[in-house]
């Protein structure tokens, strides 16, 4: 479930990434966009799947992240988004950094992983 989830990516992804508790948002975001069967849960093969998106994020988010700040700003999420081929309109790729960023002015990893459920 999503409290799993949490504990689970505040454990390995977070503490990789230097940063505190897993979001409960992105926990959610990742369960609605890999959970085929609509149990709420993720079974293996979907857990699986989630860990291969997760660490494919992650190698985008550092490569963007130009100051090493672990935060991504506005002008950055426009590169991450094109390298991970997303087709989205600018201004609905403006429109999502602000949706998912912190005080408007930048995302850490936990919002940028919302961030691409939603864009998926």
């Given amino acids: 479930d999503c409290y799993e989830l949490q504990d689970l990516m505040t454990y390995t992804v977070k503490k990789e990434m230097d940063s505190p508790a897993f979001s409960m948002e992105a ?3 990742m369960i ?3 959970d085929t069967d609509d149990s709420g849960t993720l079974n293996f093969e979907e ?3 989630l860990m291969d998106q997760v ?9 963007v992240d130009e100051n090493r700040s672990g935060t991504i700003e506005r002008s950055e999420i426009f590169d991450a988004l094109k390298k991970l081929e997303f087709d989205i ?3 609905a790729q403006s429109a999502l950094f602000f949706r998912f960023a912190k ?5 850490d ?4 992983v919302a961030c691409c459920c939603r864009a998926e």
């Fill in 27 to 29: 926990c959610r975001a």
């Fill in 55 to 63: 660490a494919k994020w992650k190698v985008i988010f550092r490569a």
């Fill in 89 to 91: 309109p600018r201004d």
């Fill in 32 to 34: 609605c966009m890999l």
């Fill in 47 to 49: 857990f699986k799947n």
């Fill in 103 to 107: 005080q408007r002015t930048y995302m």
């Fill in 109 to 112: 990893f936990d919002d940028f």
